[in-house]
T-cell receptor
Framework: AQKITQTQPGMFVQEKEAVTLDCTYD???????LFWYKQPSSGEMIFLIY??????QNATEGRYSLNFQKARKSANLVISASQLGDSAMYFC????????????FGKGTSLLVTP | DGGITQSPKYLFRKEGQNVTLSCEQN?????MYWYRQDPGQGLRLIYY???????QKGDIAEGYSVSREKKESFPLTVTSAQKNPTAFYLC??????????????FGSGTRLTVV
């Protein structure tokens, strides 16, 4: 079975600072994909970044980067230069063959960016 | 424009009634998914379907039923057997296969309230 753990229920960060959201995972699949999604108060799910288990380099997408440490089974999201609009829930998710390729989500981290 | 449509946005149901949530996509995606989200919680998988006329139970299928008669449509019925149906329901679709980088496209969600 796959399991995603996000240990930070809530985080604060000051505008323009960087913030790291933690995610650890557990899986027996040798091949898997890791995702981060953002959910504003409107409820929509916004895809941020993807990391494949065999990717050699950490994924980056604009201000988002994924700190992938395979041996430690962690996939932390780093947001640089935080903006007020970054305030939202953030979910880490994983998919692999053992889950029928369905995404398994963590419980999320609520991020509040302050002026 | 291609996308995934959930309707209605808000739904009220009396206890003991069945209710069906609609999910339609025109992205030509093979796979479709239903998730439930409770306040402060992550997304939990209810059912998923990777091909027409076939679907699998997720982690919390009890009290729910689905059908997949067409590639474009994956309706979810919340039955009276579901003890606590008040929640936010999200539908998603994706490509299938071994390419783990296929992300999801999410609908905008249906907020179901039992009155």
């Amino acid at each position: 079975a796959q399991k995603i753990t996000q240990t930070q229920p809530g985080m604060f960060v000051q505008e323009k600072e960087a913030v790291t959201l933690d995610c650890t995972y557990d899986t027996s699949d040798p091949s898997y994909g890791l995702f981060w999604y953002k959910q504003p108060s409107s409820g929509e799910m916004i895809f941020l970044i993807y990391q494949g288990s065999y990717d050699q380099q950490n994924a980056t997408e604009g201000r988002y980067s994924l700190n992938f440490q395979k041996a430690r089974k962690s996939a932390n999201l780093v947001i640089s230069a935080s903006q007020l609009g970054d305030s939202a829930m953030y979910f880490c998710a994983m998919r692999g063959p053992n889950s029928g390729y369905a995404l398994n989500f963590g419980k999320g981290t609520s991020l509040l960016v302050t002026p | 424009d291609g996308g995934i449509t959930q309707s209605p946005k808000y739904l009220f149901r009396k206890e003991g009634q069945n209710v069906t949530l609609s999910c339609e996509q025109n992205l030509n995606h093979d796979a479709m998914y239903w998730y439930r989200q409770d306040p402060g919680q992550g997304l939990r998988l209810i059912y998923y379907s990777q091909i027409v006329n076939d679907f699998q139970k997720g982690d919390i299928a009890e009290g729910y039923s689905v059908s997949r008669e067409k590639k474009e449509s994956f309706p979810l019925t919340v039955t009276s057997a579901q003890k606590n149906p008040t929640a936010f329901y999200l539908c998603a679709s994706s490509g299938t296969g071994g390419a783990l980088g296929y992300g999801y496209t999410f609908g905008s969600g249906t907020r179901l309230t039992v009155v």
